[in-house]
């Protein structure tokens, strides 16, 4: 029986989608791979089909225009949810999370955790290619928001995760509106916020190779801007 749904979102992702999918099939052989493409105009979705064609693990969900990471998330754990996977996720195409990782994060969810997370910032994590004020701006991000979220994960802004798909189904996914980061950050937080287990399992990030980033800096300023407010509305309701 297949469990595990492995999600691709792909933007212009052309010159690492097939390597990232190759590597996603050796390491976990077992599940299947749902690339979730917005019309990217490098030939990335055309690409992700010819791959769905020659293997039947492989599906592709079209998209008609570029409209965000936590959106294309989004359509993909309703596939998850739909389907009746137990487990769904989350991984860049671009090759900055290694697929020989979900080995030891699966195992962790099958130990209980509803979430398991590829952690930068635990020890034994890394980031590898990244300069000193990426590496600041993703610290200081993940101090803030625990402090201002009283949140324990270390790493919570991070891509790389495996979500029990209960977990997801206790979320009202419908409510989700961030993006990006952020996107990250709240799905985390109402879990960990609901009682959820959480596990951080430390990978090294490596930096993309080829393509270009599709983040930019009003993904930061929506982070901050949305975990101040999550936590000034957490602490009046904490108050009253
Ligand atoms: N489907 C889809 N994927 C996206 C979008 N934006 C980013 N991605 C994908 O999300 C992953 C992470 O994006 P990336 O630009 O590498 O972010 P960074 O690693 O934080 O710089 C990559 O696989 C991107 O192709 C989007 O709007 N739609
Ligand atoms: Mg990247």
């Known amino acids: 029986m297949t469990e595990m749904l492995v ?14 999918v190759g590597r996603v099939r050796q390491s976990v052989p ?6 979730v493409d917005d019309a990217s105009p ?3 979705g055309k690409l992700a089909d010819r791959l769905a064609a020659a293997d039947p693990a492989i599906r592709v969900l079209h998209r008609a225009a570029k409209d965000g990471l936590g959106k294309a998330y989004l359509a993909g754990f309703d596939v998850a949810i739909a389907r009746g996977y137990r487990y769904a996720v989350e991984i860049d195409a671009d090759g900055s999370h290694d697929p020989a990782e979900l080995p030891a994060m699966l195992a962790l969810a099958e130990d209980g955790a509803d979430l398991v997370i590829g952690s930068r910032w635990v020890p034994g994590g890394a980031v590898r290619n990244w300069p000193w004020f990426r590496k600041a701006i993703s610290r200081a991000g993940n101090t803030y928001s625990r402090v201002v979220l009283r949140s324990r994960i270390q790493d919570i802004t991070a891509g790389f995760r495996v979500f029990r798909v209960s977990a997801l189904r206790d979320l009202d996914l419908s409510q989700i509106a961030s993006q990006g980061y952020c996107f990250q950050v709240e799905l985390a937080w109402r879990l960990e916020r609901t009682g959820h287990r959480i596990a951080e399992h ?8 080829t393509g270009r980033s599709k983040m930019h800096s009003g993904i930061v300023l ?3 801007l949305r975990v101040t407010a999550w936590g000034i509305a957490a602490t009046v309701r904490g108050r009253s």
């Open 42 to 44: 490098d030939g990335t």
């Open 222 to 224: 929506e982070a901050l």
């Open 7 to 20: 999600i691709v979102p792909t933007y212009n992702e052309i010159e690492s989608l097939e390597t990232l």
């Open 30 to 35: 077992e599940a299947d791979i749902l690339v």
């Open 202 to 209: 430390p990978i090294t990030f490596v930096e993309r190779a």
